[in-house]
């Protein structure tokens, strides 16, 4: 069986969801937050020690300007209820992306990072306002100003995910079928699944019917 030390979800159909349900964008991204809750305890159940989870791209501020205070909102009082029960949890929480929002969002969002730095059960990485293309290009700027050789080893130090393990397996909700600008670089040799279910009815036993199939497919990297 394979093994199992990192996950990446890409958490798409949220607003689909709150229109279908609610009629609402908004009351989607609510229902998605539950869903973010059960997916972490389901990931520490199965001794996954990386979960990084797209929570908002660098294409995501073209949405309208009121769903994305919204959205922020949303964080903000998540970290605020949440964060010293992950702490207890020993959960890791790493923000991957520019940390470029409200001075109080931003404050918040380095005070978890900082609260929860030396916890090792699980490290949750949150994509915001992340996109792979600037990160690859911010990383080749970086081997340039330092005059480093181009190579893979190299480049891995710049990315945002230095440090952590490749995806093994990326899941993607919501019924599309791309990587829209999330881990390029990373995904390269993961194993995908396009799950057709939107993300907020995304549960415990959709996740561990994937990951039993992942942990039985034939992974053979360029190999026969």
């Known amino acids: ?92 929480l790493k923000i991957i992306g520019k940390i470029n929002f409200s001075t109080r969002l931003n404050n918040l969002l380095r005070f978890s990072e900082k609260r929860t730095t030396k916890n090792r059960r699980l490290q949750i990485n949150l994509a915001l306002n992340y996109g792979s293309k600037v990160e690859l290009i911010d990383a080749f700027k970086q081997l340039k100003d330092n005059k480093e050789v181009i190579n893979e080893k190299n480049l891995k130090k710049y990315l945002q995910t230095k440090n952590v393990p490749d995806p093994d397996l990326l899941i993607r909700t919501g019924n599309t079928k791309r990587l829209s600008n999330f881990l390029l670089w990373q995904l390269a040799y993961s194993e995908i699944f396009f799950e057709k279910k939107l993300w907020p009815d995304f549960n415990e036993k959709d996740y561990n019917k994937i990951i039993r199939k992942y942990k039985n497919i034939k992974r053979n990297f360029g190999n026969i």
């Open 1 to 92: 069986m394979n093994p199992l030390n990192h996950v990446a979800i890409i958490m798409d159909g949220n607003g689909r969801w709150g229109l279908k349900n609610k009629n609402s964008r908004n009351a989607g991204h609510r229902a998605g937050i539950d869903t973010v809750e059960k997916i972490i305890n389901e990931t520490i159940k199965n001794n996954i020690r990386f979960l990084t989870l797209y929570a908002f791209s660098t294409e995501n501020w073209k949405r309208p300007k009121k769903e994305i205070k919204f959205l922020f909102n949303l964080l903000e009082n998540f970290l605020n209820d949440k964060i010293e029960d992950l702490n207890k949890q020993k959960i890791k």
